[in-house]
Structures are given as C-alpha cells and as structure tokens.
C-alpha cells in the first residue's frame, strides 16, 4: 500500500482502512452540515436565536454541574465557592435563554470588540516579526479581522439580530465542505 507512509506520519495508522469503507458517510454528513449551514444563512436571525438559546442551556447544564460538584467538595469554602460559580452560571443561562434578543445583542458586542482587539493584536505583530517571517500574512489577517469587528459595531445593535447565525452557517458551510473533501478523497484513495 503506498498511501500507508504518509497516513501513518499523521497519526491515522490502521484505522484509514475503516475510515475509507465509510467515506460515503463522511460525505453524507458533510452535505448535511453544508446544508445546514445554507440554511443557517437564509435564515440568520433563527439561527442566532439558536445559538443563544443554546449557549444559555449550556450554562445552565454547566451551572447545576458545578453545583453538584460543590456538594462533593469536603470543605466549607471550597463549597461555597463551587456552588456561588455554579449558581451564577445556572442565572446567567436562565437571563439568556430568557431574553434570547438581549443576549444576542450583548455577544455581538463582545464578538465585535473582541474581533478588533484582535485584529489590532495581529498586526501590532506583523511589523515586530522579524525579516523573512510571513509578517504580510500576518498583517493582512489582522486588518480583515479588525475590519470586520468594525463592521460588526457599526451596525449594533442591529447587527446583533444576524451575526452570530451568519457565523454558525459559515462554519457548518465550510466544514460540511471539509468533510466532503475528506470523504471524497478517502474514496480516490480506496
């Protein structure tokens, strides 16, 4: 086999074999996630909505988790600190999924300024990075993530109804795309 030296220099060894019968799958679940990232994009404002809702339940599991946690804990103020973060949680999670519009609008802002400070971050870099170093690469990458959290704010709050399903349907997009190309790739090399 001569594909065997290169899949076991990435880690994969014997189980490419089991990964190649099933490239139809990988492919299936690729379209699905492509799919549903299509229609995350047509449908931006319920997908934000979803993902609000939910992040805040995933607080909420989280919380009571902690909580949990806190009760196993043998000492009083370990306890109480186990059971404060986990009770902040579980209200956080409630507020959100409780006000799914105000939440969203609240991450975009986060997502927006964290987005510049990045970008600012980024290229800050780009001109320290020694002669040689990829510093364009870096520098251009910084610029597109800076411009784009500038986007974001200067159409917030508005911005806040669309930008978090925007994202989801780009990443289930691109990643669908991915796993089509993994699937199909597995299916050449079989």
Known sequence: MTNAAPVSAIGLGNGIGTLRAKWGWLVALGVLMALC????LGNAVLATFTVVIFAGAAMIVSGIGEIIHGFAVK???KFFLWVLVGLLYVVAGIVTVSMPLVSAVVLTLFVGAALIASG???IVLAFQMKEGAPWGWVALS???TL???VMILAGWPVSGL???GVFLGI???FTGASWIAVGLALRKAG
């Open 142 to 144: 910084g610029v597109v």
């Open 162 to 164: 669309t930008v978090l």
């Open 171 to 173: 990443d289930l997009l």
């Open 147 to 149: 411009l784009l959290g």
């Open 75 to 77: 000492t009083w103020s």
């Open 37 to 40: 990232g299509l229609f995350a």
């Open 120 to 122: 600012i971050v980024h």
